[in-house]
């Protein structure tokens, strides 16, 4: 090729690459948007996640309707050990056994984490949940084979033995996750869980509703549902939705009452 050649070319506007500062300039732009669309996939994994929960506490919260169609009654949180005696005078009437040491007693006493599973699966074979049986005069046996399933299809994977008590977690939970906590509505308005060796989980308590009022049972006549988000952890604040109670484990906790993260719902 002539110089000639390379002349015009060059003067025509033809260049034969980019200067080290355009390139400079492309690199930060893709940076940019990289970080853009990361953020945007985090938001939306996070989203899917919260929304998988809550679908699974919808689940439970229709197994808890059928247990009151089934029994007249939403089932006992175990934080009162009256309010258990009551609940099995009134639905097994002809069961004269001793109670406490028919459904283990001190593996449910103040833990309404375990008492959920129990209550909704019934009688259990090591991790094997059974129902209860249809005997009226020992619904708590567990030979019967016939005519008794769980009320709610837990899922075995996520279902764990800790402490001689059976627990059900969230999904893509792990061995520090925290499991899903049920209490039933008490005339107090709130309760705070017993006493647990476990991870604390008497850390969890049942929420107020502060946009009824400052002592209001959040979901009122109901039950409460808590899953402890994806940080795994409840937290112990109990002022719904105002995060001023909350601590740092608690805002993204969700619950049956809440459209998404306790976080979403603060004014």
């Known amino acids: 090729m002539r110089r000639n050649d ?3 070319r060059s003067a025509s506007g033809v260049r034969a690459g980019f200067t080290l500062v355009e390139m400079l300039v492309v690199v930060v732009i893709i940076g940019i948007l990289a970080g853009l669309v990361t953020a945007v996939a985090m938001r939306v994994r996070v989203s899917a996640r919260v929304a998988e929960i809550k679908l699974e506490l919808s689940g439970i919260e229709q197994a808890l309707a059928l ?11 175990c934080t009162n050990e009256q309010e258990v005696a009551r609940f099995i005078a009134a639905t097994w009437p002809r069961y004269t056994g001793d109670w406490k040491t028919a459904i283990g007693w001190t593996n449910l006493q103040n833990d309404p984490a375990a008492a959920m599973v129990f209550w909704l699966g019934g009688m259990r074979n090591g991790t094997e949940l059974l129902g209860f049986s249809p005997n009226p005069r020992n619904p708590f046996e567990t030979v019967t084979t016939g005519g008794r399933q769980p009320l709610f299809d837990f899922r075995p994977d996520r279902l764990r033995l800790v402490g001689n ?13 925290e499991p899903y906590v049920y209490f039933k509505s ?21 929420c107020r509703d502060l946009r009824i009022g400052p002592n ?19 937290g112990s604040g109990i002022a719904f939705p105002d995060g001023t109670d909350y601590n740092e484990v608690q ?4 619950a049956n009452f809440s459209d998404g993260t306790f976080e979403d719902a603060i004014p």
């Open 6 to 8: 390379c002349a015009d």
């Open 67 to 77: 247990f009151k169609e089934k029994y007249g009654d939403y089932p006992p949180d």
């Open 165 to 177: 008590k059976l627990y059900y977690f969230q999904p893509n939970s792990n061995n520090d996750t």
């Open 186 to 206: 008490g005339a107090s308005g709130y309760y705070v869980a017993g006493t647990s060796t476990v991870k604390n989980w008497s850390q969890c308590k049942a």
């Open 216 to 234: 209001a049972w959040a979901a009122p006549n109901k039950f409460q549902l808590r899953a402890p988000g994806l940080d795994g952890k409840h």
């Open 251 to 254: 805002y993204d906790d969700v």
